[in-house]
């Protein structure tokens, strides 16, 4: 079928503007990725799943400028031991990062890729974005594979002794960055990979994430700091049997950011927990996606969403449970909740489960309120001053998403940013 004028005409402006990588073991891919989006089209608002969120800007030729601000605190993740690659403006910083050399684990560019005609890469590089195409299509995850130079491919083959830190800094108010990240876990190795920084004033990220039987990896990320900085992010995990996953995001500032994390479960007992929370003012619009499939026995999923907004800011939150059947023993939680400190904020919800199996526990909630004024008064008559009593109840709100990180230092960092933010909010 052929696609609206508009869209076609938008797409292919789109295209007109980017090369696409030429040569190495992932062309086959990246060629099969472009003809996914010339068929799809570019995003726009009378799609199904873009109908709360505005993609125009994700989807011009020239990315809109953000100013990049001046750090007024540490990076995230500064004071833990861990190995850092670094990009600036979507480009690899080889000066600014360490030695990629870590027991248990294999890091490589992407760029050097395009050299190479063999790699263990070649068998993911765009698989799992292309079996998250159906039955939602997302295009801009595709544009990714087609098109990004830059990224890293890692292999967890043991249990690598401190975290992977990808650090993202924005450095020109004009880039406009595309990033492809792969991540291959071995059967029974386990790792940490930290994410963290603005990045550019434009970013399109992809992350193709397959975990082995028995493999474990958790992921934390951390977005903010510039506020006018545009982001779509694609997160895809295909999980083995008795294999973890355990992603949770921290957002703060950003004109607008859409997550997306489309999980699979294609091996039974295993577990996936994904977690966000966010805390927006002003001219804020966050967008969190989700879509899990059950394909497999036994198998929890938990989808944990925490949005804070004020001053006119958007939140939304799309998220589906399908369970295919014969996935019998499906545990799948989803909850979304936001959290309006003022009446011109709002927050859009789409919860969703479509369950082809009879022996499941699913269950899905969502929920936007204001301040509890009872609680509000107990701290105040304890003589808590009143910007400081919302502050505490805030965090009190955004405390089961912060839970599920799994490491208590990092769980406290979150809190302590979490906290810096709102004070200077007052």
């Not at 605190?73 to 004071?79: D, S």
């Not at 071995?186 to 994430?209: C, Y």
């Not at 577990?271 to 969190?288: L, M, P, T």
């Not at 022996?359 to 309120?369: L, P």
Request: include cysteine.
């Amino acid at each position: 079928m052929a696609l609206p004028e508009l869209k076609q005409s938008t797409t292919a402006a789109r295209l007109a503007a980017l090369s696409l990588p030429e040569g190495g073991c992932l062309e086959v891919a990246r060629r099969a990725a472009l003809s996914r989006v010339q068929s799809m089209g570019l995003p726009d608002r009378r799609d199904e799943y873009w109908k709360y969120t505005r993609p125009d800007t994700l989807t011009a030729v020239e990315a809109p400028r953000a100013a990049v601000l001046e750090a007024g605190e540490a990076p995230m993740f500064a004071e833990f031991d861990r190995l850092k690659v670094v990009f600036v403006d979507g480009v690899f910083d080889a000066e600014a990062s360490d030695d990629l050399a870590l027991e248990g684990v294999t890091i490589e560019r992407l760029s050097d890729l395009r050299s190479k005609d063999i790699h263990w890469a070649k068998d993911l590089y765009g698989v799992l974005e292309a079996r998250g195409q159906s039955p939602v299509e997302r295009p801009l995850a595709a544009l990714n594979t087609a098109f990004a130079e830059d990224g890293v491919v890692i292999h967890v083959t043991g249990s690598p002794s401190k975290p992977i830190n990808l650090i993202y800094v924005h450095d020109s108010d004009s880039s406009d960055a595309i990033l492809h990240h792969v991540v291959k876990v071995d059967s029974g190795a386990e790792a940490t990979i930290l994410e963290n920084g603005p990045a550019a004033s434009r970013f399109n990220k992809a992350m193709e994430i397959d975990i082995a039987d028995g493999g474990t990896l958790h992921l934390v990320r951390a977005q903010g700091r510039d506020h006018e900085r545009r982001a779509a992010t694609h997160l895809f995990a295909r999980l083995g049997s008795e294999s973890v996953f355990k992603s949770f995001t921290l957002t703060v500032n950003g004109v607008l950011t859409r997550n997306e994390a489309i999980v699979e479960f294609t091996g039974d007992d295993a577990v996936a927990h994904v977690a966000g929370a966010c805390v927006g003012d002003g001219d804020f619009h966050h967008d969190d996606t989700v879509f899990i499939t059950h394909d497999a026995v036994n198998c929890e999923s938990r989808q944990v969403f925490k949005k804070v907004l004020r001053n006119g800011a958007t939140g939304v939150f799309q998220g589906k449970i399908l369970v295919k059947p014969g996935a019998q023993k499906t545990d799948g939680y989803q909850i979304s909740q936001s959290l309006l400190l003022d009446d011109d904020s709002q927050f859009l919800a789409k919860p969703e489960l479509e369950i082809y199996a009879d022996d499941v526990a699913c269950s899905h909630g969502s929920t936007s309120g204001a301040i509890d004024e009872d609680g509000l008064f107990y701290l105040r008559s304890r003589g808590v001053p009143e910007g400081e009593a919302t502050d505490l109840m805030t965090l009190a709100f955004l405390a089961e998403a912060v839970q599920e990180i799994d490491s208590d230092e990092i769980a406290a960092e979150v809190n302590e940013r979490l906290h810096g933010w709102l004070s200077r909010r007052r």
